[in-house]
């Protein structure tokens, strides 16, 4: 069984920057790509960024790239989302998920792709 866990969040002021991380475990995972994505209040959850777990292929969504980025550390089965500049409207509930065995026309933003879902960190931007 994958299990996924998020751990970073936090309250911070705009300007700040944090670093999610998402620490996988159950299998190995070669093969896999990950993704993050949010849910904000009163808000569906949307796409923020992803990464394939070996070949490092990554995508953004346009509204993080160029203040987000995405890496993996494949030793340590975990992925992480650094944030900075944060908005307040980058205040969510911040999910990490795994895709299975990826394949090359995957998009990273097709939510109901992943596999498995982490339980979510919570990151708050104050104004």
């Known amino acids: 069984q994958v299990q996924l866990v998020e751990s970073g969040g936090g309250l911070v002021q705009a300007g700040d920057s944090l670093r999610l991380s998402c620490a996988a475990s159950g299998r190995t995972f070669s093969t896999d790509a990950m993704g993050w994505f949010r849910r904000a209040p009163g808000k569906e959850r949307e796409f923020v960024a992803g990464?394939?777990?070996?070949?490092?292929?990554?995508s953004y969504a346009g509204s993080v790239k160029d203040r987000f980025t995405i890496s993996r550390d494949n030793a340590k089965n975990t992925v992480y989302l650094q944030m900075n500049s944060l908005k307040p409207e980058d205040t969510a509930v911040y999910y990490c998920?795994?895709?299975?065995?990826?394949?090359?026309?995957?998009?990273?933003?097709?939510?109901?792709?992943?596999?498995?879902w982490g339980q979510g960190t919570q990151v708050t931007v104050s104004s």
């Open positions: 998920a795994l895709k299975s065995y990826f394949y090359t026309s995957f998009k990273f933003y097709t939510e109901a792709a992943y596999d498995y």
């Open positions: 990464i394939t777990w070996s070949g490092g292929r990554t």
